[in-house]
């Protein structure tokens, strides 16, 4: 493969040069990868509706949301550990949104500290957070995000237990690891001479900036995924919200949410906004897709709040469907994920490139000259 053109090409790319077990976490999912598959299929069965003889000379691309302009209605999404793609992984993807005049996102459980991030570009990124059972710790977090002048806070809230993902069980990411275990990660780290050189042994990849002093004795993915077990707060309710919220002045958008009453429940408590999504997959297997679940949350609270949906994109083609179906924008994971792998900040200048370039080919060839205006008109009605 010389140069990837597609996001797949990036994740073929992403899957020569890391080791197994790093790349089986970002591309996996829970359980047997229902939902992962579902996310994906569900937008390649929507059908656009090509229209001809259309002024389409001028496209707009760009769009406001929470107060910001957007270059096109996309954002990379929050990606924990993504500094195990690349060398300071976060700090490369957060330049890349930037020259694209997009928002980066922060995830809690990045290798890269908030400062760190903040060093790296000229505009502050969003940040991420999930519910911890030290209130002090998550007051101090909200603290250095308010310091770092995070605009926008992204409360996910579909994490109060991790779900199963066998695939980082079998590939030796997590789980009770035996000698001969630990021999065949250690080889299939070596037998990645790069990423060993730069993200290993060059990128300080167990340090998790933003939790780091929580955890000072951590050695691992293990030791991580067991602090992710004791902390992550299992009793959270709408009730937490209103504690971030008085700790929070800017915009909170709430994560993961998947049915009609519980974005109608996020409208009530006051959230900015919501983002339709089931984790990528990865936290509960069997639920619909993302794209599913939008138009009757979209028919909910659509008056009332920002929707932005996440999980499947993979293409600008994705992108207007979504747009299409009611949300104001979209979260991208894996295909940055896969481009920071696949080619560093460079790869995931390319691929936002490529996104965009599949956006403008498809609002022309449906007729659609603004991506803020884009609706159901924009899709084949299903018999």
């Known amino acids: 493969m010389t140069q990837p053109a597609s996001v797949s090409d990036w994740r073929e790319r992403a899957r020569r040069r890391l080791p197994r077990m790093i790349f089986d976490y970002i591309d996996g999912g829970a ?9 994906v299929e569900a937008l390649e069965g929507i059908a656009l509706r090509q229209r001809v003889l259309t002024d389409i000379s001028k496209l707009k691309l760009s769009t406001e949301l929470f107060g910001q302009k957007l270059a096109m209605p996309i954002i990379l999404a929050p990606v924990g550990m993504a500094g195990l793609y690349a060398h300071r992984g976060e700090t490369q993807a957060a330049r890349a949104a930037e020259a694209a005049g997009l928002p980066f996102c922060l995830s809690t459980v990045s290798i890269c500290a908030l400062e760190e991030v903040r060093d790296a570009v000229t505009k502050p990124f969003w940040f991420q957070l999930y519910m911890i059972r030290d209130r002090g710790f998550m007051a101090a977090l909200l603290e250095r995000a308010k310091e770092v002048g995070s605009p926008v806070l992204v409360f996910t809230v579909d ?75 299992p009793t959270v309710t709408w009730r937490d919200f209103e504690w971030v919220r008085e700790r929070w002045k800017g915009p909170i958008v709430i994560k993961g949410i998947l049915d009609a009453e519980d974005a109608r429940m996020a409208a009530e408590v006051g959230a900015d906004g919501i983002v339709v999504s089931n984790h990528g997959g990865r936290q509960l297997d069997g639920v ?19 929707i932005v949906m996440d999980g499947g994109i993979r293409s600008g083609l994705d992108v207007l469907k979504a747009m299409a179906l009611g949300a104001k924008s979209v979260m991208i994971g894996r295909a940055w994920a896969y481009a920071l792998a696949g080619g560093g900040e460079a790869g995931v200048r390319a691929m936002l490139k490529t996104l965009q370039s599949e956006l403008e080919v498809a609002m022309a060839l449906t007729g659609c000259t603004d991506v803020a205006a884009a609706g159901k008109s924009l899709l084949v009605d299903k018999i």
């Open 31 to 39: 359980y047997a990868e229902t939902t992962l598959r579902r996310n």
């Open 159 to 233: 994490l109060p237990v991790t779900g199963a993902r066998y695939r980082d069980i079998r590939s030796g990411l997590s789980g009770e690891l035996t000698l001969a275990d630990k021999l065949r990660r250690g080889f299939n780290v070596i037998s990645h001479p790069r990423w060993m050189r730069e993200v290993f042994l060059g990128g300080r990849p167990h340090t998790f900036g933003n939790i780091a002093h929580a955890m000072p004795n951590a050695k691992g993915t293990n030791d991580f995924a067991m602090w992710i077990g004791r902390n992550f707060d």
């Open 288 to 306: 619909p897709a993302s794209i599913d679940a939008l138009p009757p949350i979209v028919d909910a609270v659509g008056s009332r709040m920002d």
